[in-house]
């Protein structure tokens, strides 16, 4: 490589430990922004090929969709997949890992059969990387769960779901926040179940393992809060439902940027909460804003969108009685 080459590499090289200091302190925007301005460089000087092009798409990826910019996402790690599908042994972990990527990215968009078919693909390549088992392959299994929930097989979601617990429980300290996930997401899978108590008893279990190793405010401890409140819901304890969303929301609203699908969620989840109480007012007020967010940030034939439209509707009709 020429001395120009090199420049263009330690001069990128900054900009990825700025851009990965800014993704640590949340101040996502401008790390996103640092690593275009590292791309566009690398690209001017070096082609599309080169494999430190492939690692900053994958980059990008990342950190769009912690924005919850899932097709900006999507984008990113799809053109990062086809470098590094070029550029590295076709068992590399980093090609499995940008594979597992780019399915959450279909998972998130509701591309449920894309997103099934890149999670197995990752999984296997996983299996052979991992063969004694690993936190990674843990994660893996919690993703295929996840999918398998979303497309209503609730059987085969809790199956990858305990193998995942059990992995965890094995390779990981007991204070682990990926062990909480996993008690966590085991909960959820109970709750589709209609296990309600069992499910309770998963996300009390999550919640006490985030309390060993994370702070009250962490975004991990809201999304089992979200869960446990959702369970509270169902069994018609809506006091302690909306004292769990509540907090939830917080957490969410202080770590989120504004137009993130899990804010519309949380607040979709407070407008239920009123409805089921007849607190009309509170209930569309809070469903407004989920429609209006979901609508940003998903396609209009979401799931999620279409079933707040449906909960603002119902709201409404009760005020206009």
Known sequence: MNREGDIVIVWCRRLREQADFLRKTYRL???????????????SQMGSSE??????????????????RVGEAEMHHSAGLVVLKKELDAQHPDLANCTNNLANDYFKQGKLAEALQLHRSAH???????????????????????????LGDYSKAQKYQRRALRMRVRVCESSDPALG?????????????CKYERAAWCLRKAL?????????????VGNARNNLGTVMFLQGKLAQALKCHRQAFYIRKANLPRNHPDLANSLNNLGNDYLAMSNYPQ?????????ALFGEVLPAESHQLLTAQLNLQQASEHLEV
Request: glycine share 8%.
């Open 208 to 220: 006490k393992v985030y309390r060993m190793s994370l702070p009250e405010g962490h975004l991990e």
């Open 51 to 68: 494999l430190e092009v492939g690692y900053l798409l994958v980059q990008l990826g990342n950190v769009a969709y912690e924005r919850g």
């Open 124 to 150: 296997h390549l996983y299996t052979k990387i991992y063969r004694g088992g690993s936190a990674v392959l843990a994660n893996s299994l919690n993703n295929l769960s996840n999918v398998y929930m979303e």
């Open 29 to 43: 925007e401008e790390a996103q922004r640092y690593l275009q301005q590292c791309l566009d460089l690398m690209i």
């Open 283 to 291: 209930a569309v007020a809070y469903l407004q804003q989920a429609v």
């Open 181 to 193: 996930n996993s008690y966590n997401n085991l909960g959820n899978v109970l709750f589709h179940l």
